[in-house]
């Protein structure tokens, strides 16, 4: 089936570099995504959000990207702190009328001092 | 604003033992519902949603079930856990605007032994 992705399970990250976590995603039909960070041992928080109308937006040190010609999403943080290093998940809405998500595996994220 | 509570925070069970894992939404009305189980360092798998009181969809054949008995409360029950109930069982909601965005709760982290 049709199916949300990461391409990277981890990623280092230097503290105060910039981060980028990528996301590929197959279905077409897909009109909304969204990422997610989740710290050990608690649930997801919302990050940030796009529709597929868009191909960038902006929020408080993130920066989340849409290349709907190659199917690509991404989320760059900026100036990565330790209390970024968390998992984060990409989530996709295929105009589902329940609201239902399609997550994907995850991108384990470790900031080093 | 709106919060989700989901209890208890961790529970250790035996096998063959039941289950009530209980979620309630604070500040909204009429929310979608969802139950999520998360493996260790793996995505989140849907459960069951539900749009209105007493409306279950179960997304996947399994040893769970899941009732709303009132507007903002959500329940997980099993008759008799397996080991392979082990997880980390996380609720959301959306909201009647953005109903997209879905919200956790901090989650509950079951043992099977």
């Known amino acids: 089936g049709e199916s949300v992705g990461l391409h990277l399970p981890t990623l280092s990250v230097q503290e105060g570099d910039n981060s980028i976590i990528n996301c590929a995603y197959s279905?077409?039909?897909?009109?909304?995504f969204i990422w997610y960070k989740q710290e050990s041992g608690k649930g997801p928080q919302f990050i940030i959000d796009?529709?597929?109308?868009?191909d960038k937006r902006q929020g408080q040190r993130v920066t989340v990207l849409l290349n709907k010609t190659v199917k690509h999403l991404s989320l760059q943080i900026a100036a990565t702190q330790p209390g970024d290093s968390a998992v984060y998940f990409c989530?996709?809405?295929?105009?589902?009328?329940?609201?239902?998500?399609?997550f994907g595996a995850g991108t384990q994220v470790v900031v080093t001092p | 604003s709106q919060t989700i509570h989901q209890w208890p925070a961790t529970l250790v069970q035996p096998v063959g033992s039941p289950l009530s894992l209980e979620c309630t939404v604070e500040?909204?009305?009429?929310?979608?519902l969802y139950w999520y189980r998360q493996a260790a360092g793996r995505g989140l798998q849907l459960l069951f949603y539900?749009?209105?009181?007493?409306?279950i969809s179960s997304e996947v054949p399994q040893n769970l079930s899941a009732s709303r008995p009132q507007d903002r409360q959500f329940i997980l029950s099993s008759k008799k856990l397996l080991l392979s109930d082990s997880g980390f069982y996380l609720c959301?909601?959306?909201?009647?605007?953005?109903?997209?965005?879905?919200?956790f709760g901090a989650g509950t982290r079951l043992s099977v032994l």
């Open positions: 959301a909601w959306t909201g009647t605007v953005a109903k997209n965005i879905q919200y």
């Open positions: 279905n077409s039909a897909s009109d909304y």
């Open positions: 796009i529709r597929s109308n868009m």
């Open positions: 989530a996709e809405n295929n105009g589902d009328s329940w609201g239902k998500l399609q």
């Open positions: 500040g909204t009305s009429n929310p979608n």
């Open positions: 539900s749009v209105g009181i007493g409306q």
